[in-house]
């Protein structure tokens, strides 16, 4: 259903408010850190499994798609370098936070949706507990702690996937390729491959608290609050991909 | 404050949830200590509506609420909570929060005070006691039936030793034996803890449970009385809502013998 005018200012003005509230909850007591760890570890090592599968399968096909068309001018060498690059700067940031945007930003859009909906999150509130400190603060924390780290295992295995397929199939040494790899990153990209998922963790774990959060409508607005989540979380990823990649380009020039 | 003071007070309540019609419409009524307060109406009259507000979960949109004499619609969230353990609330589906057991949801209020864990322990084992559940200490929500669960709620409300109980239709899709221990729960709060009570309901044979039966303490045990002939042992008033206004206030004999048309039909 599309949104009017004064809805989607009025979405951006409550977007804009939790955003706030969390960030002001952040420095208050009482600090829920058993809740921040236990966040973590479901967002965090929850997501290895299939951040891992994404990587290596993702720089596998990299390397076996652009080995042709640096094979035309003769620079298959070179694969090492443009696996890494590609990965450190953008796919390895953008793909797992698209990953963690499906697994985590819509889990917890349905369970923050599904305590709404039950009245968990006013008993919470009868209980003498701010919903936003216990609740939204944890998710928002872990997931701007643990995606950075995500990244990175996602950029080493992918730079894995390309070095089994460069070696296996195309037959280039695994020195080469890891030499070509390492002197081809600069400290100013790896900087950048990991300022990138700060703010994408802080997307889908925002997106994913405010859709929770807005439920209404039962169990059908749950499904439905979900689905918001991970769309909106994955279309703001993008766009601010193209925002921060501009950004770091013109200051790393 | 002095006890003739009511513990809970009402003073021209509007409340609109979007659309003209007003969900409640200049409500007053005033609640003191020990007594229980019955609100009957039908869905959508606004009897939820006016728990939530009490235990300020909702801003009304005109009128002043009082507990204990403070005006809640001034303070904001944090000084809220100073209000809120002084009340217990049972929500109408439970609300228990299913990734924790029943010994996490009923000490839920005192770990985050950070009291001692041995209280703590010492605390829920009693309340749990007082519901007749100790046995699912170790239970989660999802194992538990409907019946239980609304006991549990109590429990988890009861915690803290509020001086205020908010029931949300308690016993509402409950089997009429379990409903008779939800009731008697309640009772026994009113009676034995003199707990000042808001009971919403629109289950007439409930109501009248509270509104005509007693408890008294003796021999280590609560006993039930009913009132018989005696009228107005039972410390419950009745407020009957309709479509966000007040139609009746008073006790069970009242309204019984009502002539307006609506209570009538309603009460058939």
Known sequence: ???????????????????????????????YVRDILTQMDLIGVGSLSVIILTGFF???????????????????????QLVALSLVRELGPVLASLMVAGRVGSGIASEL????????????????????????????????????????????????????????????????????????????DLF?????????????????????????????GVGRS??????????????????LTRIILVYTR | MTTLEPVIEIKDVVKFYGGNAPVLDGVSFRVFRGETKIIIGASGSGKSTILKLILGLDKPDEGQIFIQGEDITKLNEQELVRVRQKIGMVFQESALFDSL????????????????????????????????????????????????KRRVAIARALIGQPEIMLYDEPTAGLDPITSRKINELIIALRDIHAVTGVFVTHRMRDAFTLATEYATNG?????????NNFVCIANTR????????????GPDEVLRRSEDEYIKRFLA
Request: a neutral charge; aromatic letters at 8%; one cysteine or more.
């Open chain 1, 1 to 31: 259903m599309p949104l009017s005018p004064k809805a989607a200012v009025k979405e951006v003005q409550e977007f804009s408010y939790l955003v706030a509230k969390a960030f002001a909850s952040v420095f208050r007591r009482p600090y």
């Open chain 1, 58 to 80: 993702t720089g596998a096909v990299l390397t076996l798609q652009t080995s042709k068309t640096l094979s035309t001018f003769g620079a298959v060498g070179l694969i090492g």
């Open chain 1, 113 to 188: 949706g599904s305590m709404l909906v039950t009245e968990q999150i006013n008993a919470m509130r009868a209980l003498g507990t701010d919903p936003i400190k216990k609740l939204v603060v944890p998710r928002i924390l872990a997931t701007v702690a643990m995606l950075p780290v995500l990244t990175i295992v996602a950029d080493s295995t992918g730079i894995i996937g390309g070095l089994t397929i460069a070696v296996f199939v195309l037959r280039i040494s695994s020195n080469l390729y890891l030499s070509r790899a390492w002197d081809g990153l600069s400290y100013m």
């Open chain 1, 192 to 220: 950048g491959g990991l300022l990138k998922p700060l703010v994408f963790g802080a997307i889908v774990s925002v997106v994913g608290c405010r859709c929770g959060l807005r439920t209404y409508g039962g169990t059908q």
């Open chain 1, 226 to 243: 979900t689905t918001q989540a991970v769309v909106a979380s994955s279309i703001m990823i993008l766009v601010f991909n193209l925002i």
């Open chain 2, 101 to 148: 057991t029943v010994r996490e949801n009923v000490a839920y209020r005192l770990h985050e005070r950070g009291e001692d864990e041995e209280e703590i322990e010492a605390k829920v084992r009693q309340s749990l006691g007082f519901v007749g559940l100790e046995d699912a200490i170790e239970k989660f929500p999802s194992e538990l039936s409907g019946g239980m």
């Open chain 2, 219 to 227: 021999d280590q045990q609560i006993h039930f009385h009913h009132e």
């Open chain 2, 238 to 249: 009745f407020l009957m809502f309709r479509d966000g206004k007040i139609v009746f206030e």
